[in-house]
C-alpha cells in the first residue's frame, strides 16, 4: 500500500499487527465502567514498566507534551533549572524550559559523550538555587545513554527536583524510577513499548505533587497542568479518570502491547533489543563502520553510526527506502548527511529484521564501492 515501510528509525516504529488490529476496531467511549476498568489496567501495567508506585497519567498528545507538562508543572517563571544537552532532544528540554520564563543553566558535554555526573555536580555547586535538573535519559540523536541514576541521587542530596525525558528509553533499558529517586518521568506509547503514536504516559512523585501545590504561580496553564489531571483522576474515579476525551483506540492498543510486553517478560523485551543492537553494531564495524559512540555509553534503543568515507549516506539511505522499502535514520543536526542512525524498537528488534537490513547493507556497499 502506499507509503508502507518496515521502520528501523529511532521513531516512529513499525508495530506488530495485533496491535494495528486493536487500533482498527470500532471506537469505544471514554467513559464508563468497561473504559474505566480499561485505563486503570493500562495505567498500573505502566507502573510496573516505570518501576514505580506513585503516580501515572496517560497524556493525549506527543511526548513534548508530557515534557512540558512536567516542567511547566513544577517550576516557577524564573526559576533556576539545569539542563545538560548531547543532542537535540536535550536542546528541546532548554527550549521548552526557555518558553516557560526558566532560567537555564545549560551543561554541554563533549560531542559524542554522555553527560558526566561531574558537570552536573559542579553546576549544583555553582547554582545551589537551582530547583530541578532536566535531563534526557536516552538522547536518541546520538544513540548515548545519560548517567540518569546518579544525577538523580545527586539532585536529592541537594534538594532538587530530578525531571527525566525517558521518551525512547522506558521499556527498553534499565530504568527504576522509585529506585533512582526520579521525581517525574515521561515516555510514549511508539518507541520501546511498540504501541500506538499518540499517548505520553507520564509518572509523577509525591516531591513533584509538593512543588506543584507549594503557592507559588506556575505557567502550565489547565491542559498541561498535572494537578487538573490529578484532580480528574480523583474526582471521576470510576466513570471518567481524565479531563477530557481521550483516543481510546489510541490507549485500547497501548493496553494491549504493554499487557504483551509484561506477559512475555520486561527483561526478556529488553535483552531482545540489545541482542538486535550488538548485532548491529558487530555487523557494521565488520563492513568498517564506525560507531558514534563507545560500547560503554551505547543505548540498547539505536545505534548511531558514522558513513564511510567511501560512501554518501544519503544514497545510501535513499536505496534502502526506494529500493527495499527499509528505512532507516539520517544523522542530526552536524551530522546530517555524515551519521546515520539504526533503531532497534517495535519489529526493527526482530532477528530477522536485523539480518536483513546487514545484507542489504552488504549488497549496497558491493554495487556501490567496488
Ligand atoms: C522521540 C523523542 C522525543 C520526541 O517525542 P515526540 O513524541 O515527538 O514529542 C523526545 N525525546 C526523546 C529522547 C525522543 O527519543
Not at 79 to 91: A, H, R
Amino acid at each position: 500500500m502506499d507509503g508502507d515501510e518496515l521502520l528501523l528509525i529511532p521513531g516512529p516504529v513499525s508495530i506488530d499487527d495485533e496491535i494495528l488490529e486493536v487500533l482498527g476496531r470500532p471506537v469505544m467511549a471514554h467513559y464508563g465502567d468497561a473504559w474505566t476498568e480499561l485505563y486503570h489496567r493500562t495505567v498500573a501495567n505502566l507502573q510496573t514498566v516505570f518501576r514505580t508506585g506513585s503516580e501515572v497519567h496517560l497524556i493525549f498528545g506527543p511526548g513534548q507534551a508530557a515534557t512540558e507538562m512536567a516542567i511547566a508543572s513544577v517550576l516557577a517563571p524564573g526559576d533556576q533549572v539545569i539542563v545538560p544537552s548531547n543532542g537535540l532532544f536535550g536542546d528541546r528540554l532548554q527550549i521548552v524550559s526557555r518558553a516557560h520564563g526558566l532560567e537555564v543553566v545549560p551543561i554541554t558535554p563533549r560531542p559524542r559523550e554522555a553527560v558526566s555526573v561531574e558537570s552536573v555536580r559542579e553546576a549544583l555547586d555553582a547554582h545551589p538555587r537551582a530547583r530541578a535538573v532536566a535531563i534526557v535519559h536516552h538522547e536518541t540523536s546520538m544513540g548515548v545513554m545519560n548517567p540518569v541514576r546518579e544525577i538523580a541521587a545527586l539532585a536529592r542530596e541537594r534538594g532538587a527536583l530530578t525531571i527525566v525525558d525517558a521518551i525512547s528509553s522506558a521499556g527498553g533499558t534499565d530504568l527504576d524510577v522509585d529506585a533512582w529517586g526520579i521525581d517525574l518521568c515521561v515516555t510514549v506509547g511508539n518507541k520501546c513499548l511498540g504501541g500506538p503514536i499518540g499517548v505520553a504516559p507520564i509518572a509523577i512523585g509525591p516531591r513533584a505533587v509538593a512543588a506543584n501545590e507549594d503557592g507559588r504561580a506556575k505557567s502550565a496553564g489547565w491542559y498541561l497542568n498535572f494537578a487538573t489531571w490529578r484532580e480528574h483522576a480523583e474526582m471521576w474515579k470510576t466513570w471518567h479518570p481524565h479531563p477530557t476525551t481521550m483516543p481510546t483506540n489510541v490507549v485500547r492498543a497501548l493496553d494491549a502491547s504493554v499487557r504483551a510486553i509484561l506477559e512475555f517478560g520486561l527483561d526478556e523485551h529488553i535483552r531482545r533489543q540489545r541482542v538486535a543492537r550488538d548485532t548491529v553494531r558487530e555487523g557494521l564495524r565488520e563492513m568498517g563502520f564506525e560507531m558514534m559512540v563507545p560500547d560503554e555509553v551505547a543505548s540498547p534503543v539505536t545505534t548511531a553510526v558514522l558513513g564511510r568515507p567511501d560512501m554518501s549516506v544519503p544514497d545510501y539511505m535513499r536505496w534502502l527506502l526506494e529500493e527495499k522499502g527499509m528505512r532507516i535514520g539520517g544523522g542530526l543536526g552536524p551530522w546530517s548527511g555524515k551519521a546515520f542512525r539504526v533503531g532497534h524498537m517495535g519489529r526493527a528488534k526482530e532477528p530477522e529484521v536485523v539480518d536483513r537490513y546487514l545484507a542489504l547493507t552488504q549488497e549496497y556497499l558491493n554495487a556501490n564501492n567496488g
